[in-house]
C-alpha cells in the first residue's frame, strides 16, 4: 500500500488547512487516519474513519477536525479548522488494509506533512 498525503502547510492561528491522503495498492483499505508527532515524542492520534463512517477524534481536536473519506478514491481527507498553534506538527496518514472494520491503526504510513500554526 502506498500512501500519497498532501496539503500541510503554514496559517495563522484561527485558521484551517485540508489534508489529503489518497491509498493505492490495495483492493479494500479499512480504517484510514491522521496522526501526528510533535517534537522528541511518539506519534498520537489525530483522527480516524472506517470503511463503515465511524469515526475517533483525539480530545482536543473535537470540533475542530472533521474526518472523511471517499472510499471509492481511497482517500482520506481531514479538514482542520480554528487552527491554534499547539496543532503546529508532523500530519502522518495511515491506513489499514486489515479485514477488520472498526477504527485500528494499520500497518501503512504516508509520507509526513508539516502544518505550522503562528500565533
Known amino acids: 500500500v502506498q500512501l500519497q498525503a498532501s496539503g500541510g502547510g503554514a496559517v495563522q492561528a484561527g485558521g484551517s488547512l485540508r489534508l489529503s491522503c489518497a491509498a493505492s495498492?490495495?483492493?479494500?483499505?479499512?480504517?484510514m487516519g491522521w496522526y501526528r508527532r510533535f517534537p522528541g515524542k511518539q506519534r498520537e492520534l489525530v483522527a480516524a474513519?472506517?470503511?463503515?463512517?465511524?469515526?475517533d477524534y483525539e480530545d482536543s481536536v473535537k470540533g475542530r477536525f472533521t474526518i472523511s473519506r471517499d472510499n471509492a478514491k481511497n482517500t482520506v481527507y481531514l479538514q482542520m479548522n480554528l487552527l491554534k498553534p499547539e496543532d503546529t506538527a508532523v500530519y502522518y496518514c495511515?491506513?489499514?488494509?486489515?479485514?477488520?472494520?472498526?477504527?485500528?491503526?494499520?500497518?501503512?504510513w504516508g509520507q509526513g506533512t508539516l502544518v505550522t500554526v503562528s500565533s
Open positions: 495498492g490495495s483492493s479494500r483499505i479499512n480504517t
Open positions: 495511515n491506513a489499514d488494509d486489515s479485514p477488520y472494520d472498526y477504527i485500528r491503526r494499520g500497518g501503512w
Open positions: 474513519i472506517t470503511r463503515g463512517g465511524t469515526t
